[in-house]
């Protein structure tokens, strides 16, 4: 059975990959800086989101899994985690 994750903002304002059925620890987390917050002030979500995805094929490429398409993932709906 295939596991369903999604990208959500947390509470501190990091993104993060977790288990949509909310279990467990985040699996990735990422922090920007204010600098580049400031500097891409709402395009770091973007950003994150292809990082994680890269990552995402990336661990399916290592493992020899077949990642589904990526675009799976559910997308940040503007949810932050408390």
Known sequence: MAS???IVELSDGDIALK???GEGEPLVRITFSV????SFPEQHIEIAKAMIEAGVRKVGE????EVEDT??????????IH
């Open 4 to 6: 369903v994750f999604e």
């Open 19 to 21: 288990r949509s059925d």
């Open 62 to 65: 290592l493992s020899g899994v």
């Open 35 to 38: 600098d580049a917050k400031e």
């Open 71 to 80: 675009s799976a993932i559910a997308d940040l709906e503007h949810r932050v």
